[in-house]
C-alpha cells in the first residue's frame, strides 16, 4: 500500500514533471509508464514517499523522459550537497545552519469531532491531530520524541530488563510522518527519530477512535408549550481540570425559523438571537474548568394556518479552544536533541484541542 499525503502528492507532481519536460497530464504518463514504476519504487519506503528531490534523483536515475512537444527546458541549476543529501538522506536540510540560541518548539494541535443523542449517548466521537514543529538549531541535530503510544511503549519495554509505569497509553491510528522520519528505526525501535527542516514543519499526523476524552458535555431540555411558545435550557459542563480553561467558546442553539421573539438568561457569558441562522448564540470568553454554566431562554413563535409537522431539529454546535489539554490523552514524554558540538537547546512543548464537528442533537 502507498501512502501520500497532499503535500507529498504535490512533491512527486514537481518531481515527474521534472523529468517529462513539465507536462503531466494523460499522455505524459502513457508515454512515461516504465520511468513512473522506476521513480516509485527509489522514492518510497515501507509505503510512504522518501526523497522526493528531482536534484538528488537525476544522480542515478539518469533515464530521461519522454518529453512533450509543448514542454519546456529544464532548468540547469546547481546541485547543493548532492553526495551528502544522497548517502545521508537530509535533502530536506542544508548544511552550516548557526543560531546563537538554540530552540525547539512543539504543539500538538486536536480537533475532537463528536455527534451526540439527545439522550446523552455518543454516536460517532473521533480525534485527528498534527505534530507541529519549529527547529531553529545549529549543524546537523538529530532528535527523539518520545510520546506515551501503546506500540511504541510496549517496545520499550520489551529493549529495557524490567518495565518501568509510563502512565496511560494511547493508541494511534493512521499516522503518516514527514519524509525526515527514520521508518526503518520506527518499525523496528518505534521511536520517532529525525534529522529536522529548518524552521517550521508539520512531523506527523494521527488519529484516535477509542478512549477519547470529550473537553465539554451539552445536556438540552426543549419544552413544547403548545404551538406558539417553547422553553429551552442549555447546561454545558466543563469535563477537563478546574486549573484550566477554553477559550472563545461558542453554543449554538437552533430556533424555529419562524420565531417571533426571544428573552434569555445566562449565568455566564452573553447570548443573542441570529435571526440569520436561526440560533441562539450563546458567547463565553473564558470558561474555566469544572464548570456549568446554563442557558435558559423563552421563545415565542408566530403562528402559522397549517398544521405543525414534526421534523428533526438541527443539532447544537460548538466551537471552542482548550489550551494544554488533548483529547486524545497523547502527551510527549521526552524530546531529545543530539549534536555533534553538544551545544545546549531549549524545548518548548505546548497542546492545544479545538472544535472540529462538535455536535449534540437536541
Given at each position: 500500500m502507498i501512502m501520500i499525503d497532499n503535500m507529498s502528492s504535490l512533491q512527486a507532481v514537481a518531481l515527474f514533471k521534472s523529468y517529462f519536460g513539465g507536462a503531466f497530464?494523460?499522455?505524459?504518463?502513457?508515454?512515461?509508464?516504465?520511468?513512473?514504476?522506476?521513480?516509485?519504487?527509489?522514492?518510497?519506503?515501507?509505503?510512504?514517499?522518501?526523497?522526493?528531490?528531482?536534484?538528488?534523483?537525476?544522480?542515478?536515475?539518469?533515464?530521461?523522459?519522454?518529453?512533450?512537444?509543448?514542454?519546456?527546458?529544464?532548468?540547469?541549476?546547481?546541485?547543493?550537497?548532492?553526495?551528502?543529501?544522497?548517502?545521508?538522506?537530509?535533502?530536506?536540510?542544508?548544511?552550516?545552519?548557526?543560531?546563537?540560541?538554540?530552540?525547539?518548539?512543539?504543539?500538538?494541535?486536536?480537533?475532537?469531532?463528536?455527534?451526540?443523542?439527545s439522550k446523552g449517548v455518543v454516536l460517532r466521537c473521533d480525534v485527528t491531530g498534527k505534530v507541529l514543529m519549529k527547529c531553529f538549531l545549529s549543524g546537523m541535530p538529530d532528535l527523539k520524541l518520545g510520546l506515551n503510544?501503546?506500540?511504541?511503549?510496549?517496545?520499550?519495554?520489551?529493549?529495557?530488563?524490567?518495565?518501568t509505569k509510563s502512565g496511560k497509553t494511547i493508541e494511534l491510528d493512521?499516522?503518516?510522518?514527514?519524509?525526515?522520519?527514520?521508518?526503518?528505526?520506527?518499525?523496528?525501535?518505534?521511536?520517532?527519530?529525525?534529522?529536522?527542516?529548518?524552521?517550521?514543519?508539520?512531523?506527523?499526523?494521527?488519529?484516535?477512535?477509542?478512549?477519547?476524552?470529550?473537553?465539554?458535555?451539552?445536556?438540552?431540555?426543549?419544552k413544547e408549550l403548545g404551538r406558539t411558545r417553547m422553553e429551552v435550557n442549555v447546561k454545558v459542563k466543563s469535563v477537563f481540570g478546574a486549573k484550566m480553561f477554553a477559550l472563545g467558546v461558542v453554543v449554538k442553539i437552533p430556533v424555529?425559523?419562524?420565531?417571533?421573539?426571544?428573552?434569555?438568561?445566562?449565568?455566564?457569558?452573553?447570548?443573542?438571537?441570529?435571526?440569520?441562522?436561526d440560533c441562539l448564540v450563546w458567547k463565553i470568553r473564558k470558561f474555566p474548568g469544572q464548570t456549568e454554566p446554563t442557558l435558559s431562554a423563552e421563545i415565542e413563535l408566530i403562528s402559522t394556518m397549517t398544521e405543525k409537522k414534526s421534523s428533526t431539529r438541527p443539532p447544537i454546535q460548538m466551537e471552542f479552544q482548550v489550551p494544554m489539554f488533548t483529547a486524545s490523552g497523547l502527551r510527549v514524554r521526552f524530546l531529545k536533541v543530539w549534536e555533534k558540538s553538544g551545544y545546549n537547546?531549549?524545548?518548548?512543548?505546548?497542546?492545544i484541542t479545538k472544535a472540529g464537528s462538535y455536535e449534540v442533537r437536541c
Open positions: 497530464d494523460e499522455d505524459a504518463i502513457r508515454n512515461n509508464f516504465v520511468l513512473i514504476y522506476e521513480l516509485l519504487d527509489e522514492i518510497m519506503d515501507f509505503g510512504y514517499p522518501q526523497n522526493l528531490s528531482p536534484e538528488i534523483l537525476k544522480l542515478y536515475i539518469t533515464q530521461e523522459g519522454v518529453r512533450s512537444p509543448f514542454s519546456s527546458k529544464p532548468s540547469d541549476r546547481p546541485i547543493p550537497n548532492a553526495t551528502l543529501q544522497v548517502t545521508g538522506a537530509v535533502g530536506w536540510r542544508r548544511e552550516g545552519l548557526v543560531y546563537k540560541k538554540n530552540e525547539v518548539f512543539l504543539d500538538i494541535v486536536e480537533s475532537v469531532n463528536l455527534l451526540m443523542s503510544d501503546k506500540i511504541g511503549l510496549e517496545k520499550e519495554s520489551q529493549l529495557k530488563s524490567r518495565p493512521d499516522v503518516t510522518f514527514h519524509q525526515c522520519v527514520n521508518l526503518t528505526r520506527f518499525n523496528s525501535e518505534k521511536t520517532v527519530s529525525f534529522v529536522p527542516p529548518d524552521g517550521e514543519f508539520e512531523l506527523m499526523k494521527y488519529r484516535i477512535t477509542e478512549g477519547v476524552n470529550l473537553p465539554f458535555k451539552v445536556l438540552p431540555t426543549i424555529p425559523k419562524h420565531t417571533a421573539k426571544t428573552s434569555f438568561t445566562v449565568t455566564s457569558g452573553r447570548a443573542k438571537y441570529n435571526a440569520s441562522i537547546t531549549v524545548e518548548w512543548v505546548r497542546y
